[in-house]
């Protein structure tokens, strides 16, 4: 008989991200730092607008590419956010999250053999669905002294003649790190120079914090070679909704419409119907809730120099990346220790790419109070093992 499974399938690792979830969900009075998930409840304004289209009866699919209201009004929302200019009808689509619209762009652009450059440490599945659309991922090593940002040279080292899409995940998951303008244009340079595409991930463009996000997408002579990816799990703390939206140049999005529309039909319809109020009418409340990540942020760094931790300001998400390499361990390791001594889940740094080594993710999307405790935790668990040594 033959064998059952794909060997592609097969090779792919699950995610170093759910495994931790996964045993702290069992273990009492653990406490989980690790998943990158709003602590808040949907905004009322959402979920009632939810409900309403419920009891009004608008359970049936919508348009493949989404309810036209909800990309026009994604449309209103990327021009008066960041300048942008989209055609609702023909270069937005509706997607199941974010992570679809990433597998989508992929699957629709990549040839066997095609590389993509994904710079590291970054978001877990953008290597397993580089190679299940049949491509070649190539990490970028980003360095915490250029505070983890991608850099027109090492774009340039990583090119060769295969290459054909990079990947930019910025506000970055798991380092926090940013582009500003002019990090941005000087890769643009670069892009353009070899003629590449760019599948711009920016689902935490309403987390930064000081400094106002910019899509590479709205630079001059990007919108044509770049796959926009945003969602609204994250600014909206609408993670179980599972809703995101891509936008791209008509002759790439009919493309990935085209696999969208063989394999999933259309997203959750209650879902775009909440989301129409969330985009049009819910800047105060991202506002709020941002406010309150920031006011985590600092209380987080704060806890980390009295501990004597060293770690990278982040500007950006919700994340913090601290450097554990002086404890002489691997990052799982370190993360295997201190959920088994302390009961603190936290992600190790490789579980984000091998430049990820020699760090954690710690997550702040939690109360300050959940923070205070781990903390306290993480703080005797440091000085102990400084003390062992």
């Known amino acids: 008989m033959r064998e059952a499974l794909s060997r592609t399938i097969t090779t792919i690792q699950p995610s170093g991200i759910r495994k931790f979830f996964d045993i702290v969900s069992e273990m009492r009075d653990a406490i989980s730092l690790g998943v ?10 959402i979920r009632d607008e939810a409900i309403y289209s419920l009891e009004q009866g608008r359970t049936f699919y919508t348009s493949n590419s989404g309810l036209l209201e909800l990309r026009e009004g994604i449309c209103g929302y990327l021009k008066r956010r960041y300048g942008m200019d989209y ?15 990433i597998d989508l762009a992929l699957r629709a652009m990549l040839d066997p053999g095609d590389e993509v450059l994904i710079p590291t440490p970054s978001y877990v599945s953008y290597s397993p669905c580089t190679i299940l659309a049949n491509g070649r991922p190539v990490e970028i090593p980003l360095k915490e002294k250029n505070r983890f940002r991608l850099t027109a040279r090492e774009l340039e080292d990583a090119i060769t003649d295969k290459t054909k899409v990079l990947i930019m995940p910025f506000p970055n998951n798991p380092t926090g790190g940013i582009m500003e303008r002019e990090d941005l244009e000087a890769v643009c340079k670069v892009v353009i120079e070899h003629d590449l595409f760019v599948l711009s991930d920016e689902i935490y463009s309403e987390l930064t914090y000081g400094l106002d996000h910019v899509s590479i997408a709205s630079l001059p002579g990007m919108k044509e070679r770049c796959i926009l990816i945003n969602g609204f799990s994250k600014a909206f703390a609408m993670t179980g909704w599972r809703l995101g939206y891509a936008c791209a140049p008509e002759h790439i999005l009919s493309q990935m419409l085209k696999i969208h529309q063989f394999a ?4 959750p319809t209650t879902s775009q119907y909440a989301a129409v109020q ?3 009418n819910c800047d105060e409340e991202v506002a709020g809730m941002r406010e309150q990540y920031d006011a985590r942020r600092k209380y987080v760094l704060t806890r980390f120099e009295e501990m004597g931790l060293k770690c990278f300001t982040p500007e950006g998400a919700f994340y913090t990346f601290p450097n554990i390499s002086e404890f002489g361990m691997t990052s799982e390791d370190f993360a295997t220790r201190f959920l088994n001594e302390k009961k603190v889940a936290v992600v190790p740094g490789s579980a984000f790419g091998a430049s990820g080594e020699g760090f954690i993710r710690i997550s702040y999307a939690y109360s300050i109070d959940d923070l205070r405790e781990a903390l306290g935790r993480l703080e005797a668990f ?8």
């Open 382 to 389: 440091v000085k102990q093992l400084r003390e062992d040594r």
């Open 278 to 280: 969330a985009i049009n």
């Open 264 to 267: 999933i039909m259309c997203a």
């Open 36 to 45: 990158g998930e709003p602590d808040f409840d949907t905004p009322w304004r």
């Open 87 to 101: 055609d609702a009808r023909s270069e937005i689509m509706v997607t199941v999250g974010g992570s679809e619209a």
